[in-house]
T-cell receptor, first 116, second 114 residues
Framework: EAEVAQSPRYKITEKSQAVAFWCDPISGHATLYWYRQILGQGPELLVQFQDESVVDDSQLPKDRFSAERLKGVDSTLKIQPAELGDSAMYLC??????????????FGAGTRLSVL | GESVGLHLPTLSVQEGDNSIINCAYSNSASDYFIWYKQESGKGPQFIIDIRSNMDKRQGQRVTVLLNKTVKHLSLQIAATQPGDSAVYFCADTPNTGTASKLTFGTGTRLQVTL
């Protein structure tokens, strides 16, 4: 069964350092999402891509977060500089965007970030 | 979905019993609803979905009920098994004609006792 791949699974960094997370969506999925999940809460959207274009980054803290999906396939989410409050699980999801299957988003295993 | 807090509501059921997990949503424009299961250290896993033109949908051992009047949906799990232990989230999204973000509700931790 096709899966969303994410790496690394775990990342420990010191505050003010830069971190990057990678995501490879299910093959053929045009829509890719990055969510942040704080412990004990539900995921919240950071950014949504349709192919290589950003369609929603309204909740992305753009002073320190950036995301790209240059060729419309895999994606990278970067934080620079990391702050203590960024400690969370970062989840990538993808969906086909096809009629009848518009919004079933399939999630990767996530990257657990700890900022010390 | 509703805003969430630090302490997840917990539902404890005995193995073999039926489980009912409830969720309230706030957006009247929400058109599509999904239930996810999240095990510790893993990403959310799709369980079942329902569109707003339906009030019930059944899957294998799971049933989702939607009451748009009171903005409420529930997930029923028949013959609950130890492997069902996880946090369950409902999520909703409006019908914009294209894929759009999910808004997740307050998770519920399901504990299955032997």
């Amino acid at each position: 069964e096709a899966e969303v791949a994410q790496s690394p699974r775990y990342k420990i960094t010191e505050k003010s350092q830069a971190v990057a997370f990678w995501c490879d969506p299910i093959s053929g999925h045009a829509t890719l999402y990055w969510y942040r999940q704080i412990l004990g809460q539900g995921p919240e959207l950071l950014v949504q891509f349709q192919d290589e274009s950003v369609v929603d980054d309204s909740q992305l803290p753009k002073d320190r977060f950036s995301a790209e999906r240059l060729k419309g396939v895999d994606s990278t989410l970067k934080i620079q500089p990391a702050e203590l409050g960024d400690s969370a699980m970062y989840l990538c999801a993808s969906s086909s965007g096809l009629a009848g299957d518009l919004n079933i988003q399939y999630f990767g295993a996530g990257t657990r970030l700890s900022v010390l | 979905g509703e805003s969430v807090g630090l302490h997840l509501p917990t539902l404890s059921v005995q193995e073999g019993d039926n489980s009912i997990i409830n969720c309230a949503y706030s957006n009247s424009a929400s058109d599509y609803f999904i239930w996810y299961k999240q095990e510790s250290g893993k990403g959310p896993q799709f369980i079942i979905d329902i569109r707003s033109n339906m009030d019930k949908r059944q899957g294998q051992r799971v049933t989702v009920l939607l009451n748009k009047t009171v903005k409420h949906l529930s997930l029923q799990i028949a013959a609950t098994q130890p492997g069902d232990s996880a946090v369950y989230f409902c999520a909703d999204t409006p019908n914009t004609g294209t894929a759009s973000k999910l808004t997740f509700g307050t998770g519920t931790r399901l504990q299955v006792t032997l």
